[in-house]
């Protein structure tokens, strides 16, 4: 199976990969002139044959389009409090090979606030695992990550939204999520979001903020989940009834 990378745009029938992914690809999966790699521009994949390699980037030749694209009719936000960077990494990674569109993460009440504070130091880092991700999951484009939310913000009632809309919770009285799923059409179903809490949990008013901005509440069972463990779970049901 063919290795896949993203370009900025296809040149007529050429294409230039630069920076990190050229650095890759030519230093450490050792590229050579003559070889066919995916390139996709996030709107269409074309197959490209290695014609010049240099410091910096690899040209390719573009020999002809990859027909055996399928998209994903199920679009999926997720909303994603901040946790420790580890954890939290390792879930735009599944989530990614998951299928999701777009990523935002959210200062939630009961997230650490050094976490918040730092956040914007990693974005660079966090785009770096969403192409990476996505290149190894034969993604056609990387999820879109949004810059840090709160909230209230986040959950604000927004007109012209029909997405299905599920907060995971721990609180007892919580409907299964499979109770929940069930209860829409998969015909009619095009996108969803996914709001998934800190360490900690949501909090009393963020669950009443989501409620009115359209929520179902939903447990994940009796069983307490980790963050990026909760969110390998949710989306992969998600996928299995809806994708």
Request: net charge negative; no cysteine; glycine share 6%.
């Amino acid at each position: 199976m063919r290795r896949r990378f993203f370009v900025k745009q296809f040149d007529g029938d050429k294409a230039v990969l630069r920076a990190e992914s050229a650095h890759h690809l030519g230093h450490v999966l050792r590229a050579e002139m003559g070889q066919s790699y995916e390139l996709s521009d996030g709107e269409t994949v074309r197959l490209g044959r290695v014609n010049r390699i240099d410091r910096d980037e690899i040209e390719f030749e573009l020999i002809e389009t990859v027909s055996d694209i399928v998209a994903s009719r199920l679009a999926i936000t997720l909303l994603l409090s901040i946790v420790k960077f580890d954890r939290f990494e390792w879930a735009l990674e599944k989530a990614t090979e998951l299928g999701v569109d777009e990523i935002i993460p959210l200062n939630a009440a009961r997230s650490e606030k050094g976490l918040i504070l730092a956040a914007a130091k990693r974005a660079e880092r966090w785009q770096r695992i969403l192409m990476e991700s996505s290149q190894q999951a034969r993604r056609l484009r990387p999820p879109v990550l949004r810059e840090v939310e709160t909230v209230a913000d986040r959950f604000a009632p927004r007109a012209g939204e029909d997405s299905v809309r599920i907060i995971l919770s721990e609180r007892s009285d919580a409907r299964p999520l499979r109770e929940i799923l069930a209860g829409h059409s998969r015909e009619s179903t095009r996108s969803a979001i996914l709001a998934i809490g800190p360490e900690g949990g949501w909090t009393d008013e963020e669950f009443d903020l989501a409620e009115a901005s359209g929520f179902e509440e939903a447990s994940m069972g009796s069983n307490i989940l980790r963050t990026e463990t909760a969110v390998m779970a949710a989306l992969a049901s998600l996928n299995l009834v809806f994708g």
